[in-house]
């Protein structure tokens, strides 16, 4: 078992900037991915970004290209997701989740393949 816990988010106002983490405890010593989702209201929760187990695998959603960042930091078991030039449609619960395994690129991208999920960061952007 692993449990994933997101910090980060906040309110902030268009064109500012947010770092969202997500640190892992428990069952860690197991390559996954991690991958970042986000849920709008009344929406269905879609794929914004993952990073593969050692970091040399990403894939982004095309609405937070060249906008967000993913990344990782083995040694504290934690990811991360920057996100610069915030717009108000990035607002939302903000989750993490994680997928075993040593996939890569479109495959991360799965949302059924992941099978442990955090409570979720809100972010809220102002316009």
């Known amino acids: 078992q692993v449990r994933l816990v997101e910090s980060g988010g906040g309110l902030v106002q268009a064109g500012d900037s947010l770092r969202l983490s997500c640190a892992a405890s428990?069952?860690?010593?197991?390559?996954?991915?991690v991958g970042w989702f986000r849920q709008a209201p009344g929406k269905e929760r879609a794929f914004v970004a993952a990073?593969?187990?050692?970091?040399?695998?990403?894939l982004y959603a095309d609405s937070v290209k060249g906008r967000f960042t993913i990344s990782r930091d083995n040694a504290k078991n934690t990811a991360y997701l920057q996100m610069n030039s915030l717009k108000p449609e990035d607002t939302a619960l903000y989750y993490c989740a994680r997928q075993l395994g040593r996939t890569r690129g479109s495959a991360m991208g799965v949302k059924k393949s992941y099978d442990s999920w955090g409570q979720g960061t809100q972010v809220t952007v102002s316009s």
């Open positions: 428990g069952r860690t010593d197991v390559s996954y991915a």
């Open positions: 990073i593969g187990w050692d970091g040399s695998s990403t």
